[in-house]
């Protein structure tokens, strides 16, 4: 018997300017995005990590959704009643095991989004 592994894409959103970033969040309804992100297959539902670049990067607590335009820049998020938090990626990273300095060994890029790659 052949059994199959569900396996769901996480996308990363990184606020260009973190002001203009929670400015965003807050206010659904602004046209504005100040988000980058990596371009590839989204799939409404699919889980989007949101980065704000300060200095430390950090990151949100909670995850947002892709919605039904597919856009990763227009995530929903259900905010919960409790705001979400802020964790800092260097803790994440260490929090969550990823590689230290996944820059070292070239197969990653260095930049905030390193943090995610796997050692």
Not at 8 to 37: C, M, N, Q, T
Not at 62 to 76: K, N
Not at 79 to 85: D, S
Not at 94 to 117: K, L
Request: proline content about 9%; some cysteine; glycine content about 8%.
């Amino acid at each position: 018997m052949v059994t199959q592994t569900l396996t769901e894409r996480l996308h990363i959103v990184e606020g260009s300017d973190w002001k203009d970033a929670v400015i965003s969040l807050l206010d659904s309804r602004s046209p504005y995005r100040p988000w980058r992100y990596g371009f590839g297959e989204a799939r409404m539902g699919d889980p989007v990590a949101i980065v704000l670049n300060t200095d430390p990067p950090s990151i949100l607590t909670e995850l947002a959704r892709i919605g039904a335009d597919g856009r990763p820049d227009r995530a929903l998020m259900n905010w919960p009643i409790a705001a979400p938090g802020l964790v800092d990626l260097a803790t994440l990273a260490v929090v969550g095991d990823f590689a230290q300095d996944p820059g070292r060994n070239g197969s990653c890029a260095v930049t905030p989004r390193s943090s995610w790659c796997w050692p």
